[in-house]
């Protein structure tokens, strides 16, 4: 007993080691926490450019997708291939009329499948992994104005999930529309599609496990995380909502090896303005643990929105998020002692969580102090660190030491 007790503490004292507090911004820093390796921007042909994805593909490279321009006047749907150390390979331009998304890919065996939108209709273009040359592209008019947020494999064809009727048309990220999965063969032709309104008024995420589909994302008025158990021909196995009285948005998802889904997004219920939210719940929709927290640089919570769209599990039964923070209040700037860091400039934030959901360590990484960088979208990498997508005005590609 007095063995383990000592083996208690020094575990204790080892992990409190790895933390320091800032006491200039009352700001945790982990000293385990890993470092920016390089970042690599890469533009569209309009005058900024948003990525809102980031994958490692099988050959080592990295994929990020989005619009280069602004819906609300002309985008184009966006997709930048480059090699391990984010040099460019590729980039290729799809749009009709002026309102085009890009929202995610997969890869397969064929190609790069993308999703989103061209001329206010869903998606899905299969690229070529060497030159990036289409191999299909198809668009359909589910209803409305529509898009395909994300893409799943399944036997003999895709399932696709996103929105239809959306009432914020100019909205990219939460359209107050209808959840709404299309199943496609092949060839990516319409086979049937299903409106989950009654589930969900926007569906963000799609992952295929054990022959059973998970859908997540935002219930009616964005109001909490909404997930959908479904077979492969969409009959709804379970749904299960998540959150507290204010609005929780549910952005990210995935599941590990074991079927555990982590979710992850930002909640203004029981905080002072938007945390992360993330949590880990079984294959059946059990919670298992959820954890709120934000204001990395030590601001003014009132002040500091910590905005989570990415999540990846990982090999410890944990995950890891990513976020962006910052400030958007005119009457409010803050400085972090002598270190330049302003709360207005925000920063990308990641989080990495063990199985319990206790945090292992977070960190902040910005670029100078007149550069935004947000995080959008995380990937692992083969060895043991992760790529970012940053919204820096371009496709940034940020890639993170192993941790």
């Not at 359209?175 to 063969?185: C, D, V």
Request: net charge negative; proline share 1%; aromatic share 12%.
């Amino acid at each position: 007993m007095k063995f383990n007790g000592f083996v208690f503490l020094l575990i204790s004292f080892s992990l409190l080691s790895c933390r320091k507090v800032n006491k200039d911004c009352n700001q945790n820093i982990y000293e385990n926490a890993p470092e920016k390796e390089w970042i690599k921007s890469h533009d569209g042909s309009k005058e900024e450019s948003h990525g809102h994805f980031i994958m490692t593909c099988s050959d080592g490279g990295f994929l990020q997708i989005g619009e280069t321009g602004f819906i609300t006047s002309s985008s184009h749907l966006l997709v930048i291939k480059t090699n391990s150390n984010g040099e460019l390979i590729w980039k290729k331009e799809f749009y009709v009329g002026n309102h085009n998304l890009g929202n995610s890919a997969i890869e397969t065996n064929d190609g790069y499948i993308i999703c989103g939108s061209l001329n206010e209709n869903s998606t899905v273009i299969n690229l070529n992994k060497e030159n990036g040359e289409v191999i299909f592209k198809t668009t359909i008019d589910n209803g409305g104005t529509d898009a395909f947020e994300h893409i799943a494999k399944i036997e003999n064809g895709y399932v696709a999930v996103g929105y239809v009727n959306a009432a914020d048309r100019l909205n990219t990220f939460y359209t107050e529309g209808q959840g709404y999965i299309t199943f496609l063969n092949e060839e990516g032709n319409k086979v049937n599609g299903i409106n989950f309104n009654a589930y969900l008024s926007h569906a963000y995420r799609i992952k295929y496990f054990n022959n059973e589909l998970i859908i997540a994302g935002l219930t009616e008025s964005s109001n909490d995380y909404g997930v959908i158990k479904t077979d492969t021909s969409g009959n709804v196995i379970w749904n299960k909502t998540y959150g507290g009285s204010q609005p929780d948005h549910c952005f990210g998802m995935d599941i590990n090896d074991e079927g555990e889904i982590f979710l992850t997004g930002h909640t203004l219920s029981g905080t002072e303005n938007w945390d992360t939210y993330t949590m880990k719940i079984d294959n059946d929709g059990n919670q298992i643990w959820e954890t709120k927290i934000g204001n990395p640089r030590g601001f003014d919570p009132k002040y500091i929105h910590d905005e989570a769209w990415g999540v990846r599990s990982s090999a410890d039964g944990g995950c890891v998020v990513v976020a962006g923070t910052g400030d958007e209040y005119n009457n409010y700037k803050k400085r972090c002692g002598n270190s330049g860091d302003n709360s207005n400039i925000w920063h990308v934030y990641i989080i990495k969580f063990n199985n319990t959901g206790s945090v292992d360590w977070e960190k902040t990484y910005g670029g100078d102090s007149k550069v935004n960088w947000a995080g959008e979208d995380i990937d692992l990498t083969p060895d043991g660190g992760a790529i970012v997508a940053v919204d820096n005005s371009s496709f940034g590609f940020l890639k993170i030491q192993p941790f």
